[in-house]
């Protein structure tokens, strides 16, 4: 019975470890940068459906550092992390440019069945959204109101951070958060961070808050940004790093990290791209109740970022304010439906990008086909972390051999994590761009 037991779990051990290793092999399809090639086309089939997501406008910082000469609530009267004036402007700007693009497909009268607008439980988000809308649908006719405002109230839906598995990605996953620290603890990940530990202590020693991680770094640089953004002159100090090309890039690189492995970009960006690819093919088979025309999501740099790369889209750059993908459904002909992929985070015209393997305009089926490894089948269940590839259940021992079992699994756990570490080949790509 006990040898018995001991070879099965010698066998599950093995198991585990071998898929590990698998998995982590699988897992270094990170993005390859590739979009924007001149693709000067105009995309085949009729415009149906499109997918709308974007980034809040101008606001301000979220938490200056501790020796922040403009640190006082007085130079930011709207608060912390607040959409400013700029941000509504910017994002009133670009509804009238969404108005623009999609004024074939979306009638200029308001109606909740042709939008569904969706934003994180942020202040800014949801403001922004509203400023969107303030452009995007100008009241007109029989929906003026009041002939003073031009603008009508238009429904922003949301649900708290801690609830949303899916645009602020903030709902519990243990998986996810084991993933990331392997990665975050593997060798090759502690070496990229060690180049840059002159950096980090000169910005700890400086700004009074200990900058150990490329997160902590891109907050700092991101505070600096926008206090230079609004003319206030920066210490003496931050001439040796902010505006260089290694604060930059480090900045940059934060971005890139909460999406790196396919893994960690499937539990991250999956369930938002889950729903979109879903809502597409609902749309094309005529099932999409009801017949929406746009579905609009309110977010951040971070949703821009992890969506880009979980699409391998996603080319080093701090997503600024008001980037906006759009994904487009078309279909030809032959009633076969398309996607189309535009980023735009300048106020130059998009162009569609070139989608890995399927080029600017890519049939639904093979789209999802294509991204099948960042499409969750199950989130919640894949967010589990139970010993990691085992239930208990699974491993379906009686409760006596439980205790040994469990044992057991926690050294194979621990193997794992070993292993893993190891395994982790980093990106050379971005190394590169350094
Ligand atoms: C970091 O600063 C650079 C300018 O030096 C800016 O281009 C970039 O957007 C900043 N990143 C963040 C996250 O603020
Ligand atoms: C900063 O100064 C420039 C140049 O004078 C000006 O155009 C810009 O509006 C100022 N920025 C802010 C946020 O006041
Ligand atoms: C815009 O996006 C492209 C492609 O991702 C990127 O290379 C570029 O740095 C971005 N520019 C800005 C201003 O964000």
């Known amino acids: 019975m006990w040898n018995d037991l001991g070879q099965r779990c010698l066998i599950l051990i093995s198991v585990v470890c071998v898929l590990s290793f698998g998995l982590a092999n699988a897992l270094n399809g990170f993005a390859n940068a590739e979009g924007y090639p001149d693709i000067s086309v105009t995309l085949p089939g009729q415009l149906k459906f499109v997918h709308v997501i974007y980034r809040h406008g101008d606001r301000t910082p979220v938490d200056p550092y501790p020796t922040d000469p403009w640190g006082d609530l007085k130079n930011w009267p709207t608060g912390w992390g607040q959409l400013t004036n700029i941000g509504k402007q910017e994002h009133y700007d670009l509804g009238k440019w969404l108005r623009k693009r999609y004024s074939s497909l979306l009638p200029s009268k308001y109606s909740d069945d042709d939008i569904y607008i969706q934003s994180t439980d942020v202040d800014r988000t949801l403001m922004s959204a509203q400023s969107n809308l303030a452009g995007l649908y100008e009241p007109q006719g029989e929906d003026i109101w009041n002939s003073d405002i031009k603008w009508q109230p238009i429904p922003v839906h949301t649900i708290p951070e801690k609830q949303d598995p899916i ?76 505006g260089g090309e290694e604060l930059t890039y480090v900045a940059n690189f934060a971005f890139a990290i909460s999406s790196y492995t396919r893994k960690l970009a499937r539990l991250k960006a999956g369930p938002l791209l889950k729903d979109i690819f879903q809502r597409f093919a609902d749309k094309s088979s005529g099932r999409l109740v009801p017949d929406r025309l746009m579905w609009v999501y309110s977010a951040h740099d971070t949703t821009i970022s992890n969506v880009l790369n979980a699409l391998k889209l996603f080319e080093l750059h701090s997503p600024p304010y008001t980037a906006c993908i759009m994904l487009e459904l078309r279909v030809d002909e032959i009633n076969m439906p398309l996607v189309s992929i535009l980023y735009k985070n300048t106020t130059a015209e998009p162009l569609p990008l070139d989608i890995p393997g399927c080029g600017p305009s890519c049939p639904l089926k093979k789209l999802v086909d294509l991204y099948q490894d960042v499409l969750p089948v199950d989130w919640e269940r894949e967010c589990k972390l139970s010993t990691m590839m085992m239930t208990y259940e699974e491993a379906n021992l009686g409760a006596a051999t439980g205790i040994i079992a469990i044992a057991l699994l926690f050294t194979s756990y621990g193997l794992m994590i070993y292993y893993r570490r190891r395994n982790y080949k980093l990106y050379t790509s971005y190394s590169q761009m350094a």
């Open 167 to 242: 645009l602020a990605a903030k709902a519990p996953c243990p998986a996810y958060d084991y993933e990331l620290e392997s990665l975050e603890s593997s060798p090759e990940f502690k070496t990229m961070t060690e180049k840059h530990r002159d950096l980090f202590a000169y910005l700890s020693k400086k700004s009074g808050r200990s900058v150990k991680t490329f997160v902590d770094a891109q907050y700092l640089n991101n505070t600096l940004f926008i206090e230079n953004l609004y003319n206030m002159t920066l210490p003496e100090w931050t001439k040796k790093a902010y």
